[in-house]
């Protein structure tokens, strides 16, 4: 956990989402427990003992003596351990610390954030009605349908695994799985899978599976999701739905809109992508790059959007309310997604840790070349972001019901002067480390990038002539540029191709 609390700050502390002070004179308060269980279940946070809030919102300690301490922890440990008060203990000795605060001291307890699998925490053994979650106005009884989600998310098999049973492939839209095909087999050509019959193929990308009850191949939760028909989706997932918004003119509701349940089209999450996708790309102005004298469509933004896209549906929790919505104004998209976030607001900026909550989709979107498995795509949007000097990317988390929402601006930041040359005109701000890269630096990156044609590879001594540098300047700019150029081979013969974006 993040350093929460710190003595040598406590007359500057004051109570949030992550800090809560109880006066405990008369013992352990009661509704400390719940505070416990709202930590447990959102971001974790710390439990002060000893201290109250003044009306001006500054701390003063409530008179907790040395004398106190041994029977305020032999109680907190007897009831952590006490399965009828909390169904698990996550604290071990290092995260109660006491501090001496003058003459008085208190009891700092720091509460970690439970696992996916040791969720819901909860209290008084009663999970329904005894679990709770913190927000910034303090801790809030979680509703039913929000334990639930906590338990499906236990498992390590994702809920789009589950096999439905009472499902016949038959069932699944013919000619969105063609349109898949195609798409794979566009992509990677001679793939092993492109000789299996429909329902082989589908076997084999997660969408279908054997029944242990009667032996036979039937559509998977992940394969109903994405390849049926929205009539027959919601058959397993009521609350399905999928809504894209297109706000583009203020005297206009909606200038465009796409619903699931419009009967229209097949409402299922593949066709929902690639409609969408086509739409958000149409108006937004991307600015294109030019290689070997050839404007290249497809660049960076164009990938940030399609892993935006992905991440979104890839993510949801289909048995959530309010469904899948996709805004697109002017100079914003939003994607808003039933389901919190398994990994927590900050590794899902951080990246380098993949916890999709609906794995087998994510297969079936990898297969065709879309979306990251490692966890690295959310950290690339922000990257792509502040390559082109926008806005950063802001990443919300609301609770009841449960939503996460990602807005992406197409905005420049404040104080950016307006685009004047060529290279400017990029509106590049790579970042080495923590540190902006000087204009110099930048110009370097552009030539280079402007240089490499897609399909052909590079030796080192091609960009060292280009630039005119030595070798080991050379070699530093382009492991610089990882996001956009690719190694390949050993260290002799190591050539540099651009990466498809």
Not at 272 to 282: A, D, G, H, L, M
Request: aromatic residues 10%; hydrophobic residues 35%; neutral net charge.
């Amino acid at each position: 956990m993040e350093k929460l609390f710190d003595i040598s700050k406590f007359d500057s502390y004051k109570e949030d989402n992550r800090r809560e002070v109880k006066k405990a004179n008369g013992g352990l308060p009661n509704d400390m427990w719940e505070t416990y269980s709202a930590y447990a279940n959102t971001y974790g946070g710390v439990i002060i003992l000893g201290v109250r809030e003044l009306d001006d919102k500054h701390w003063k300690t409530t008179g907790l003596k040395v004398a106190d301490k041994e029977k305020l922890l032999d109680n907190l440990w007897n009831l952590l351990h006490n399965r009828n008060k909390v169904n698990i203990n996550l604290l071990t000795e290092s995260d109660v610390e006491t501090y001496e605060v003058g003459a008085d001291i208190i009891i700092v307890i720091k509460v970690p954030m439970a696992k996916r699998s040791e969720k819901p925490v909860y209290i008084n053994n009663d999970m329904f009605n005894q679990t709770f979650r913190r927000t910034s106005s303090g801790d809030y009884k979680c509703t039913r349908l929000q334990v639930k989600a906590m338990l499906r998310d236990q498992t390590e098999d994702t809920m789009d695994m589950e096999i439905l049973d009472d499902a016949e492939l038959s069932e699944l839209n013919a000619e969105t799985i063609q349109g898949y095909r195609n798409r794979h087999r566009t992509l990677k050509a001679g793939h092993p899978f492109e000789r299996l019959d429909d329902a082989e193929y589908l076997r084999s990308i997660g969408a279908a599976a054997i029944s242990r009850g009667d032996k036979r191949l039937h559509p998977t939760a992940a394969g109903m999701l994405m390849f049926g028909d929205e009539f027959n989706i919601v058959r397993h997932f009521p609350e399905y739905f999928l809504d894209y918004r297109e706000m583009l003119d203020p005297t206009i509701r909606w200038t465009d809109r796409l619903q699931s349940s419009s009967g229209e089209w097949s409402g299922n999450v593949c066709d929902f992508y690639f409609r969408v996708y086509n739409k958000i790309i149409k108006d937004i102005k991307i600015p294109f790059k030019i290689s070997g004298g050839d404007r290249i469509d497809d660049t960076p933004v164009h990938e940030a959007i399609r892993e935006a896209l992905a991440n979104c549906l890839i993510n949801t929790d289909y048995y959530g309310v309010r469904g899948v919505v996709i805004k697109k104004e002017t100079d914003k998209l939003v994607l808003e997604n039933p389901g919190y976030i398994r990994t927590g607001k900050t590794q899902m900026r951080r990246g380098g840790e993949s916890d999709p909550r609906n794995k087998a989709l994510m297969k079936m979107f990898n297969m065709i070349n879309i979306g990251e498995r490692a966890g690295s795509g959310v950290p690339n949007i922000f990257n792509v972001w502040e390559y082109e000097g926008w806005m950063e990317p802001v990443i919300e988390e609301k609770f009841d019901p449960d939503r996460t929402i990602l807005t992406l601006e197409f905005k420049k930041k404040s104080g950016d002067k307006k685009p004047t040359t060529k290279t400017d005109d990029k509106k590049a701000a790579i970042k080495n480390g923590d540190k902006k890269v000087t204009k110099k630096t930048q110009m370097q990156y552009d030539r280079i990038l402007d240089f490499m044609e897609y399909g052909k590879e590079y030796s080192i001594q091609d960009f060292c002539q280009l630039l005119d540098l030595k070798e080991s300047r050379t070699k530093e700019l382009l492991k610089q540029l990882g996001y956009y150029i690719e190694p390949v081979g050993g260290n002799k013969n190591r050539r540099y191709v651009r990466k498809k974006q």
